[in-house]
């Protein structure tokens, strides 16, 4: 079964900072999506950036960036010139390409620090 | 589009009541899901639909049941509420079960058992 962890139950960063969440999965599978959510305090969850695993580069997003290591399973989430307005939960997810059923990470809870 | 909507926002149930939580979109996807959220576990699929009149267990089915009558709507029901499913619920869409199509989540509902 697919695993996602996310090892970091809790940051946080100075205003106009970067900071980095991470994120590991466990899969048998090649072809898959995974995912950054974002949700702050009224509970919607809001998709942050997207990555397919059959591509090589890093998606970008304004501000927010992955480091993608497909060997590794890692996925982690930067956030450049942090803004009062990031500070929320973040999940990490992982999709298999052929179904819709997502898999969640624990969460990080990420604070901004004005 | 209203997107996926979901009611109530909240609800307080009590051991042994039943209830159901509604769940609609607007934008006539194949795909819809219910997932519970808890402290420290991300969020779990609890059931799924790949279109009207199909429906399927996902990790924590045990306790509620749902049904897909028209493709808009997708309620998960309460038999007998237990504490153990105080959580927040989530409902949430995609156009398709496969490919590299984004789900689109409803607000959610916060349920407390007493």
């Known amino acids: 079964a697919q695993t996602v962890t996310q090892s970091q139950p809790e940051m946080s960063v100075q205003e106009a900072e970067t900071v980095t969440l991470s994120c590991t999965y466990d899969?048998?599978?090649?072809?898959?999506?995974l995912f950054w959510y974002k949700q702050p305090p009224s509970r919607q969850m809001i998709l942050v950036i997207r990555?397919?695993?059959?591509?090589?580069q890093n998606a970008t997003e304004n501000r927010f960036s992955v480091n993608f290591q497909k060997a590794a399973k890692s996925f982690s989430l930067k956030i450049s010139d942090s803004q009062l307005g990031d500070a929320a939960m973040y999940f990490c997810?992982?999709?298999?390409?052929?179904?819709?059923?997502?898999?969640f990470g624990q969460g990080t809870r990420l604070t901004i620090n004005p | 589009n209203a997107g996926v909507t979901q009611t109530p926002k909240f609800q307080v149930l009590k051991t042994g009541q039943s209830m159901t939580l509604q769940c609609a979109q607007d934008?006539?996807?194949?795909?819809m899901s219910w997932y519970r959220q808890d402290p420290g576990m991300g969020l779990r699929l609890i059931h799924y639909?790949?279109?009207?009149?199909?429906?399927d267990q996902g990790e924590v089915p045990n306790g509620y049941n749902v049904s897909r009558s028209t493709t808009e709507d997708f309620p998960l029901r309460l038999l007998s509420a237990a504490p153990s499913q105080t959580s927040v619920y989530f409902c949430?869409?995609?156009?398709?079960?496969?490919?590299?199509?984004?789900?689109?989540f409803g607000p959610g509902t916060r349920l407390t058992v007493t």
């Open positions: 949430a869409s995609s156009y398709s079960q496969g490919g590299p199509y984004e789900q689109y």
């Open positions: 899969t048998s599978e090649s072809d898959y999506y």
């Open positions: 990555q397919e695993a059959y591509k090589q």
């Open positions: 997810a992982y999709r298999f390409q052929g179904a819709q059923k997502l898999v």
């Open positions: 934008m006539n996807h194949e795909y």
């Open positions: 639909s790949v279109g009207a009149g199909i429906t």
